[in-house]
């Protein structure tokens, strides 16, 4: 069954301490994202990797870094220099970028509160 | 950059049709992305739109008009369960990155 899983679902840490959520596809998938999803906001994109060992940047990279060691792999790792981190975290993938259809499929989603 | 506007809320009324219109500005337009999300879960892929027109899918179509920039989505024969929230997302090809960039979403409330 293919898919794409984030875990934990919901996420709760103490201010200062960095925490990493995990984004796993199995979907075969060249392409994954990380978005960050606040009320009234939409979604607006943290990373992006197009293909393994690379990634960029996106509108608000700011406090967070990602890796890209395997494919079906994107952690996500909020760090203390983010200023306002509770939010909720969706990780996508797409099995390309470019002209074609290549919509996205979504995970479930991480709830992350920091206090 | 790129500006994407969508109502923030609409509501309609079950077995009745709706339109949710989408408006965008960006440079480099390469493509239409319509999406819906239930409360605390993941967006669900709906449509796709490239060219000037109608697409239809079951319930939902979603029209393009790339001189106006400017879609909709139509869900007719509305269901409670299509109470959501309805992402567009629009991809440019500028810059070469072909990211989607989304809208605030509009909430949709159907009620009896």
């Known amino acids: 069954d293919g898919g794409i899983t984030q875990s934990p679902k919901y996420l709760f840490r103490k201010e200062g301490q960095n925490v990493t959520l995990s984004c796993e596809q199995n979907l075969n998938h060249d392409a994954m994202y990380w978005y960050r999803q606040d009320p009234g906001q939409g979604l607006r994109l943290i990373y992006y990797s197009q293909i393994v060992n690379d990634f960029q940047k996106g509108d608000i990279a700011e406090g967070y870094s990602v890796s890209r060691e395997k494919k079906e792999s994107f952690p996500l790792t909020v760090t203390s220099a983010q200023k306002n981190p509770t939010a909720f975290y969706l990780c996508?993938?797409?099995?390309?970028?470019?002209?074609?259809?290549?919509?996205?499929?979504f995970g479930p989603g991480t709830r992350l509160t920091v206090t | 950059g790129q500006n994407i506007d969508q109502p923030t809320e609409m509501t309609a009324t079950e077995g009745a049709i709706v339109q949710i219109n989408c408006t965008y500005q960006t440079s480099g337009f390469n493509g239409l992305f319509w999406y819906q999300q239930h409360a605390g879960e993941a967006p669900t892929f709906l449509s796709y739109n490239v060219l000037d027109g109608l697409e239809e899918k079951g319930r939902f179509s979603s029209f393009l008009s790339r001189s106006k920039g400017y879609s909709y989505l139509l869900l007719k024969e509305l269901q409670m369960k299509d109470s959501a929230s309805y992402l567009c997302?629009?991809?440019?090809?500028?810059?070469?990155?072909?990211?989607?960039?989304f809208g605030r979403g509009t909430s949709l409330i159907v009620h009896p």
């Open positions: 996508a993938s797409s099995p390309g970028w470019g002209d074609a259809t290549y919509e996205q499929y």
């Open positions: 997302a629009v991809r440019s090809s500028s810059g070469g990155s072909y990211i989607p960039t």
